[in-house]
């Protein structure tokens, strides 16, 4: 396929997220064509390191052997039939093979000192990490519906959270740029702005509230901003005195990326729900999860309008494709022992973030496992250096994309160490180029 018709077709009739109608890329669009490993090609033959791991989610690199041969493998067999009221071959062994890593020892499973039947063990399949948090949402204002308690409807998130673009997720999400044009059709959420906001809310309203929203780890989209130690655990306290249920969204930090398989461990905290998108499918194809304890799971039985069931569904919800892949990442992550490997890269991941002190435009530096965020200094306007030192960085063949002025780091977890420094190389060169004064 020749670039000039590809560029021509992407630029004539396609409508890219998050970005500006008003080209984003300048007079030379990036057209992905192929992937190995860590690497993209485009359709002019360049080859850039995937330093975003495709918008978070890649995590064994593009076309893995294994990951490719369970894909075709289940192609081979069906690509797709209903899940409502039936079942699917890998859908049913991915949800025991989670629950299962969920329960198991130490790496991979919940601290030992969380009690294995506290631990969210039901699994409700969506497609994306947006509806796996509106799902929760719903289950946990159905749930109090159903066990006596309908006032408690009140839902509570961070300012500076980030959980998905739906209404209800904007509403959530305390970013305010994401929610401000819709404002007039968002729900009346309460967004509090600290631990000290959350513990007032809850003292005066607490028993009104059905859950609270945290993002497991870090605000990711808010601009990778680590949370301090014992935060998250503070909030589950909280969250559990008042009697309203945590959901712990661990779609970025799920599976692996900031150094423990799930974020919440590094609290050890144990929500009552947990969803996970991004590394689900290892960077495959979309799927998401919202993982219910038993006991919310339990209180939805009833007859069909008896409002005890979960009125909710997508037509691909238990895709067998993304299904297979995922469970197929499952295995890769107990047998090739994939937590060992990230323990063993994040010293030089650190290591290579904090260098960028003191280079020049940079302001500060964060990162968490193998996550990282260089915010530029604010010279221009809004997350102008930053997005043109990721444009730079394209000329030194890297990929990556900035949030407001902060550059993300987020290469897939198989980089190898020369990989990562060639990574670092990139985006250096791209800062330099375009520092200004
Ligand atoms: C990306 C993300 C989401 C939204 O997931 P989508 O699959 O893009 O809908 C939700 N929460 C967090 C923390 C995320 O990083």
């Known amino acids: ?109 919940f601290p030992p000192e969380i009690q294995r039947s506290r631990i969210p063990a039901r699994v409700f399949y969506s497609d994306n990490g947006s509806c796996a948090n509106e799902i929760a949402a719903k289950m946990a204002v159905q749930y109090f519906r159903n066990t006596g308690r309908p006032e408690r409807t009140g839902l509570v998130a961070f300012e500076g959270g980030y959980h998905g673009d739906t209404m209800l997720n904007v509403s959530l999400g305390g970013i305010g740029v994401f929610g401000e044009p819709y404002r007039a059709l968002a729900l009346k959420l309460t967004i509090v702005s600290d631990i000290g906001g959350l513990r007032e809310h809850l003292w005066h309203h607490g028993d ?3 859950a609270v929203f945290l993002e497991s780890a870090l605000g990711g989209a808010g601009g990778i901003h680590p949370h301090r130690p014992g935060f998250m655990k503070e909030v589950a306290d909280l969250t ?11 779609v970025l930090a799920g599976f692996g990326r900031t150094g423990t398989f799930l974020g919440c461990y590094h609290d050890g905290v144990c929500p009552d729900f947990i969803t996970l998108s991004k590394g689900l499918t290892a960077g495959y194809l979309p799927l998401a999860v919202t993982l219910a ?16 069931i979960l009125y909710h569904g997508h037509t691909y919800t238990g895709n067998p494709l993304a299904c297979a892949v995922a469970l197929e990442n499952l295995k890769m992550f107990r ?24 280079v020049k435009s940079v302001r500060e530096v964060r990162s968490i496992g193998l996550i990282g965020g260089i915010e530029l200094e604010q010279r221009r306007s809004r997350g102008d250096l930053a997005r043109a030192a990721c444009l730079a960085a394209r000329q030194h063949g890297v990929l990556t994309r900035p949030l407001g002025n902060t550059i993300v780091v987020m290469p897939p977890l198989c980089i190898s160490l020369e990989h990562l420094a060639q990574l670092f190389d990139g985006i250096r060169a791209g800062i330099l180029q375009t520092a200004v004064g």
Not at 11 to 27: C, L, M, N, Q
Not at 240 to 245: D, E, F, P, S
Not at 340 to 349: D, L, M, N, Y
Request: aromatic residues 8%.
């Open 1 to 109: 396929m020749d670039w000039n018709s590809l560029q021509e077709a992407d630029r004539k009739f396609v409508w890219h997220p998050f970005t500006s109608a008003a080209a984003d890329g300048g007079a030379d669009p990036v057209i992905v064509v192929e992937g190995e490993g860590v690497w993209l090609r485009d359709s002019q033959g360049r080859s850039y390191l995937d330093g975003n791991a495709s918008i978070w989610c890649n995590l064994h690199g593009h076309r893995h052997p294994r990951l490719d041969a369970a894909l075709r493998a289940q192609a081979a067999k069906i690509a797709h039939s209903s899940f409502l009221g039936l079942g699917n071959e890998p859908a049913a062994l991915l949800a025991r093979a989670l629950v299962e890593t969920l329960r198991g020892e130490p790496p991979l499973g």
């Open 208 to 210: 009104t509230v059905a």
């Open 240 to 250: 559990a005195r008042a009697g309203a249920l945590l959901v712990v969204d661990e």
């Open 293 to 308: 304890r038993e006991e919310v799971y339990q209180s939805f039985a009833g007859d069909y309008y008896s409002g005890r």
């Open 335 to 358: 047998e090739e022992n994939i937590m060992a490997q990230v323990a063993s890269k994040i010293p030089a991941f650190e290591k290579g973030i904090r260098a960028f002190e003191g």
